[in-house]
């Protein structure tokens, strides 16, 4: 059953990483950004019926203040950002490397994913490069589209659209994709097992993984499943792509990425604006988030909700409640369950004007125990599933082995601390693929070929270096 | 072979490394950081030098045994030359990320001192170094096999291992010392750093007389740790050493390691008592300020 079904790998979740990878490759900035943004909206509005803390903020010299501080606490938090997110990456890439080395399935070729209809299997190398570039345009072309599809759509507000296919994508990554993962793993260990129990766990992974990622869950568990329906797909990439077609599909979508996020005509930079103008987050299924604390109602049910009630807020990260129109009795997101959470993990505090004016009178680098949730910062589910294709790649068919996947490792997570760096510097979303890829790229081609041999040479003279 | 070996040669090689980060280094997001940085720094150096031996061994003749371990004994030689220019870079990175984070901190200090990045720069080079020697062989290790069946040396994954443990070690010694020669424009600690290398590396081409190898190295070790460790004050640091240390203080109340004093055993002085030992008198006068 396995191998019919996989020539004919639908559109669907090949939109989906399309999505994640070309969109959010940093939204990243968007907390800083925005919270700049509310801070002097707040400022200069002054206006005593909106949510702000009970009291006058129209002073010119604290929005320059606030932007200071947020200079530096942006800075000063991102050494702590940066490990938030060498970590799910880094786990990302320990599952697939670690399927990869164990279920012979996916290092095995059985076909070609319908955008890469030319075969690698040519007599000539130039006709074997030939063909790699036309598959590799045909992806990046195919992607394109769908960005702008995505764009098109979101610009005229066809939210509706746009959720359901995201739902149809992740239903197709947690219910089909982990059936076949789950049968693979089985067979790998020898495992006997029948359908009534694979029915039975993958219809509960599948069920609680959407109800994580579309609606609530907690927060853990849905990074859990974010970093699970990544390495997923970049398993299925890992499969189905040849190998020259692969990295030129990596180098290629790096430069894409760079165009798209910083042109002024590029698709993502649009869609990060556009979200931007109706003060909306970006479609939660797509991105990883760091953190989530407040649940704050979207743009259009509740303008009041625009305004961040403190500072430190970060953002809700669930869009679906308000786009299904029907609004629950309105208690702004923060319904019972969350407040028990939060009250069993800060215990209880209620908010009056006055506890809220003596926060505001505090210097704001007071650090309180909550600032590790307070600041969070996101990264695209696409640049998971490149870096961890990349990686798998490496250690799927590299000669050095392990030595080529840690260095395609380490580069990987130099080039995402040198983007958070960039991140920091220019406040503004970047593309996370460009550095890490490059550098990626370039360690795994040079260890392969040059640092092997001579490690090769050393270990066999047990010579060390 | 299996099991028993890959976790014992795991243990040996990694296993001190990896109490050190999981102690001392896992718990500041600052200090992975720079672990990783240095890890990609000798990474990058080990890049150079074997694109320089790559390009050496394809200008020769392949069938000449003499000449290729010739030609590889010159590629360790540059390599460790290489690798001791990339620590100097990365010192001098770590310089300029420390005005940085200086300049961007409310309280005028800095979050980590550069004896603590030399620390963690050290411990980067040794545990990256260790991997490219040592995960391969490990990965072999779990599969079917008889070591030295051919009659090489039958202590070939133990041997390794120890010698893993030991060039982690050094790393992290030869970092701090490195570091502390930089600072203080001490040109023979850098020098001792260096030639230090080279002679481990140079043991090495005794192998496999591990007694030729081994034994030196580990000695080298004790007398580099035992030095190193006297030179580590257990006191705050930063704020009352030399001139040049001056620029960067840390914050009072921070030991060597980020610890109150107190936490942790302060290493023995050359006085014998632990008194004298800590304080930041005891600390100009040891280091003759």
């Not at chain 1, 589209?145 to 994508?169: A, N």
């Not at chain 1, 499943?225 to 398993?235: D, G, K, N, T, V």
């Not at chain 1, 990439?237 to 910083?262: G, M």
């Not at chain 2, 779990?142 to 133990?158: A, E, N, R």
């Amino acid at each position: 059953m396995s191998e019919e079904s996989e020539e004919s790998v639908p559109l669907l979740p090949l939109q989906q990483e399309s999505m994640a990878s070309a969109l959010f490759n940093t939204d990243q900035n968007d907390n800083s950004e925005r919270r700049r943004h509310d801070n002097s909206e707040r400022r200069r509005n002054d206006n005593p019926g909106s949510e702000t803390n009970g009291q006058p903020q129209n002073n010119i010299q604290q929005v320059v203040e606030d932007e200071e501080e947020d200079e530096e606490l942006t800075l000063k938090y991102g050494a702590k950002h940066v490990i938030m997110l060498f970590v799910p990456v880094t786990l990302c890439m320990v599952v697939v490397v670690a399927t990869i080395k164990s279920v012979s399935f996916y290092t095995r070729k059985d076909g070609q994913l319908i955008y890469t209809p030319f075969t690698e299997e040519t007599e000539t190398i130039g006709q074997r490069a030939l063909n790699s570039i036309l598959n590799a345009a045909i992806m990046i072309s195919v992607i394109i589209v769908m960005t702008i599809l995505l764009v098109v759509l979101y610009k005229y507000r066809c939210y509706k659209v746009i959720h359901g296919w995201l739902i149809i994508s992740s239903l197709l990554l947690l219910f089909f994709f982990s059936f076949i993962y789950l049968g693979e793993v089985f067979k790998t260990y020898n495992v006997a097992m029948d359908y009534i129990t694979v029915a039975l766990m993958i219809w509960n992974f599948g069920v609680v993984g959407m109800i994580c990622i579309h609606w609530k869950g907690p927060l853990r568990l849905q990074q859990a499943y974010l970093i699970m329906i990544s390495a997923l797909m970049a398993l299925v990439f890992i499969k189905y792509l040849p190998e020259w077609t692969a990295w030129l599909i990596l180098a290629v979508i790096s430069v894409y990425d760079l165009v798209a996020v910083l042109c002024p005509k590029g698709p993502l930079r649009m869609l990060v604006e556009t979200a931007q103008e109706r003060n909306e987050t970006l479609f939660p299924a797509l991105i990883y988030s760091s953190t989530m604390v407040w649940l704050v109602n979207m743009a259009e049910e509740d303008p009041e909700a625009q305004r961040k009630a403190s500072k430190n807020s970060t953002y809700d990260k669930q869009a679906n409640q308000p786009q299904n129109g029907d609004a629950e009795p309105d208690d702004g997101g923060f319904s019972q369950e969350w407040q028990q959470q939060r009250d069993n993990r800060i215990g209880p505090i209620e908010s009056t004007p006055e506890s809220r004016a003596a926060v505001q009178a505090l210097p704001s680098n007071s650090q309180t125990s909550e600032d590790p949730e307070e600041r969070g910062v996101k990264l695209g589910l696409g640049d998971f599933i490149f870096y961890s294709v990349l990686v798998g790649k490496a250690s799927a068919t590299a000669s050095g082995d392990w030595n080529t996947t840690l260095a395609c490792f380490v580069a990987i997570l130099i080039g995402l601390c040198l983007t958070l760096l960039l991140l920091a510097i220019f406040k503004k979303a970047l593309p996370a693929l460009p550095i890490s890829i490059t550098f990626g790229l370039v360690f795994y081609f040079a260890t392969d070929n040059l640092v092997q041999p001579f490690m090769d040479q050393l270990a066999f003279h047990q010579f060390y270096i | 072979m299996t099991l028993a070996v890959f976790f014992g040669c795991t243990f040996i090689a990694f296993g001190p490394a990896l109490s050190l980060f999981l102690f001392t280094i896992a718990r500041d997001p600052l200090r992975i950081i720079i672990l990783i940085a240095g890890a990609f720094f000798w990474l990058v150096s080990l890049l150079l030098s074997s694109l320089i031996w790559f390009i050496a061994v394809k200008a020769s003749d392949p069938r000449d045994e003499a000449l290729q371990r010739g030609l590889l004994i010159f590629g360790v030689m540059f390599s460790v030359l290489l690798q001791e220019a990339f620590r100097f870079l990365y010192y001098k990175l770590l310089r300029k990320a420390i005005e940085g984070l200086v300049a961007l901190s409310e309280d005028g200090c800095s979050p980590i001192s550069i004896q603590q990045m030399a620390y963690v720069a050290g411990v980067g080079f040794g545990l990256m170094s260790g991997a490219f020697s040592m995960i391969n062989l490990l990965a072999d290790a779990l599969g079917p096999g008889t070591v030295g069946i051919h009659g090489d040396s039958q202590l070939y994954f133990l041997t390794s291992a120890f010698m893993t443990m030991v060039l982690i070690f050094l790393h992290t010694f030869w970092g701090i010392l490195f570091f502390h020669g930089c600072e203080n424009q001490r040109w023979w600690e850098i020098a001792a750093v260096v030639l230090m290398h080279l002679a481990v590396s140079g043991s090495t081409f005794w192998n496999p007389l591990y007694v030729g190898s081994l034994v030196p190295s580990y000695l080298l070790m004790a007398v580099v740790g035992r030095d190193v460790g006297r030179w580590i004050p257990a006191a705050p640091v930063g704020g009352r050493g030399p001139a040049s240390l001056q620029l960067v203080p840390v914050r009072p109340g921070e030991g060597f390691w980020g610890l109150p004093p107190g936490d942790h055993r302060p290493l023995q002085g050359p006085e014998g008592d632990f008194q004298a030992g800590t304080g930041p008198d005891a600390v100009l006068t040891r280091w003759g300020y």
